[in-house]
T-cell receptor, first 115, second 107 residues
Framework: KAGVTQTPRYLIKTRGQQVTLSCSPISGHRSVSWYQQTPGQGLQFLFEYFSETQRNKGNFPGRFSGRQFSNSRSEMNVSTLELGDSALYLC??????????????FGEGSRLTVL | AQRVTQPEKLLSVFKGAPVELKCNYSYSGSPELFWYVQYSRQRLQLLLRHISRESIKGFTADLNKGETSFHLKKPFAQEEDSAMYYCALNSNYQLIWGAGTKLIIKP
């Protein structure tokens, strides 16, 4: 079956702009989680959604938001971009039990560059 | 506070030598711990989890609650083991990650 798909793969924005990233999970997966990966901070949890409900949120400012649709696709939005938001944003999907058992399936990521 | 520590950014060993990637955690309660691996140009993927006590690709990891550790071990390293390894802790639908260890297997 098709894997987790993230779009766009690469994008360049300028400070102050906003960006929306999309994640299509594996068919049948209802949990979607997002992560920010940077050389300095490594992998950091952003948020996790299950059946359109956010179950947890990482320690990020309110400029970072997300949502999940009824078809389990998810989007994350970053408003008022800062240089430090430049990162690889990873999305992962899993079944209900899968998140707790670590069975996450990751996308290739969206690489955001903020100039 | 919940935290995962991987003290080694880089670990380089010769093929056939034993490998141990260290992971220590800080968590109040029963931890759910995992090892993830990212091979070059591939997606991040689950390698193994403590709850299943399995051996994957020759790797094992034992949870030591007394030492709050979950080290990843393999008795004989192979060149294809070269990758980035991450230890992660599940806390209430939040995955907390270690900084990762880059493992290089020298021929």
């Amino acid at each position: 079956k098709a894997g987790v798909t993230q779009t766009p793969r690469y994008l360049i924005k300028t400070r102050g702009q906003q960006v929306t990233l999309s994640c299509s999970p594996i068919s049948g997966h209802r949990s979607v989680s997002w992560y920010q990966q940077t050389p300095g901070q490594g992998l950091q949890f952003l948020f996790e959604y299950f059946s359109e409900t956010q179950r947890n949120k990482g320690n990020f400012p309110g400029r970072f938001s997300g949502r999940q649709f009824s078809n389990s696709r998810s989007e994350m939005n970053v408003s008022t971009l800062e240089l430090g938001d430049s990162a690889l944003y990873l999305c992962a999907s899993s079944t209900l039990a899968g998140f707790n058992t670590g069975e996450l399936f990751f996308g290739e990521g969206s690489r955001l560059t903020v100039l | 506070a919940q935290r995962v520590t991987q003290p080694e950014k880089l670990l380089s060993v010769f093929k056939g030598a034993p490998v141990e990637l260290k992971c220590n955690y800080s968590y109040s309660g029963s931890p759910e711990l995992f090892w993830y691996v990212q091979y070059s140009r591939q997606r991040l993927q689950l390698l193994l989890r403590h709850i299943s006590r399995e051996s994957i690709k020759g790797f094992t990891a034992d949870l030591n609650k007394g030492e709050t550790s979950f080290h990843l071990k393999k008795p004989f390293a192979q060149e294809e083991d070269s990758a980035m390894y991450y230890c992660a802790l599940n806390s209430n639908y939040q995955l907390i990650w270690g900084a990762g260890t880059k493992l290089i297997i020298k021929p």
